[in-house]
């Protein structure tokens, strides 16, 4: 997703004209087809905890509401979070999903990049994964990053906390530099069980983020979308640029008994529409394997992907 800010700058860097109001007007796909013919599980439904505790710009009944649709198909039953994380509200839970946490109301509101985990969650939510838990964690651009950074950290992951551009290796329909497309042609589409799947119906072949940050994970971490060495960051305050090579935007790691996925973008996991014409703007692009990402990186997480 964009906010004012990156629409701004990539209208300088483009010299086109990006409507921040169109944006805003981001909504979740409402003909989004959620369905999946060969549901992976059809009893011992992997429960999943999805955080709205925090501040979440990403909701089930909102934005992430197509994601949550297509997990629920799939046999998840999904369960929204609305408690800090504790021992108790995990332990009975295979997954947890964080989306786009924040540290204030909005993402344009004063203090949006504050920490929106406490140290004390933080160590929660490691312990559970160490444990046995997995945890897909969704940090966007700025503020997303900031917002998530404590919890991040007590990982071992790192976290650019800006905007993620490459030129070269960016979607040449939308012309915009950082809507990045990952694929096997361009060897920027790792081999990995969540790209490869469980069969050559569910292989990942190309994939698009939409304006995200990068990724370090820690050592042993598999990046299954590595960014090339043609891609930089755009770090505010100040907008430095920073070198991205040999980051990432889609990072795997196990913890313990548990596994983790952090992801750097959030819209290439769900399905909206934007503008007045409500173009797709996510999993919902054709000729890209967004939603099969999306399922993949479940099955990773919930184990029928080894």
């Not at 979440?56 to 992430?64: A, D, L, P, Q, S």
């Not at 929106?116 to 964690?137: D, H, K, M, N, Y």
Request: charged content about 20%; overall charge negative; aromatic content about 8%.
């Amino acid at each position: 997703m964009i906010n004012r800010f990156i629409t701004f700058l990539l209208s300088c860097l483009l010299g086109v004209a990006v409507s921040a109001t169109t944006y805003s007007q981001q909504i979740a796909d409402p003909h989004f087809n959620a369905s999946v013919e060969h549901p992976a599980y059809t009893k011992n439904f992997p429960r999943v905890l999805f955080d709205e505790a925090h501040n979440n710009f990403h909701t089930t009944t909102g934005r992430y509401k197509p994601f949550a649709d297509l997990i629920f198909s799939d046999g998840y039953q999904v369960v929204v979070n609305r408690n800090p994380f504790a021992r108790t509200s995990l332990q009975t839970f295979k997954i947890l999903v964080i989306a786009n946490a924040l540290g204030a109301e909005d993402m344009d509101d004063d203090g949006a990049g504050s920490p929106a985990f406490t140290a004390e969650e933080s160590e929660t939510v490691r312990e559970w994964i160490q444990g046995g838990g997995c945890l897909l964690l969704i940090a966007d651009h700025a503020p997303f990053g900031s917002a998530a950074e404590i919890l991040a950290k007590r990982l071992g992951v790192d976290m650019s906390k800006g905007y993620t551009l490459d030129p070269v290796n960016s979607d040449q329909e939308s012309k915009i530099p950082s809507f990045i497309v990952y694929s096997r042609e361009n060897h920027l589409l790792a081999d990995h069980p969540i790209t490869n799947g469980r069969n050559a119906a569910e292989r990942v072949n190309r994939v698009i983020a939409f304006t995200g940050q990068s990724l370090k994970g820690p050592d042993g971490s598999d990046a299954f979308m590595k960014l090339a060495d043609t891609a930089h960051d755009l770090v505010p305050p100040g907008n430095k640029e920073t070198p991205a090579a040999g980051r990432a935007q889609g990072i795997a790691f196990r913890l313990g008994k548990g596994r983790i996925v952090v992801m750097g973008e959030a819209g290439m996991l769900t399905a909206q529409v934007t503008g007045s014409d409500s173009r797709p703007f996510g999993m919902n692009i054709r000729g890209i394997d967004n939603r099969q990402l999306v399922l993949n990186i479940m099955h990773w997480l919930s184990g029928i992907l080894k």
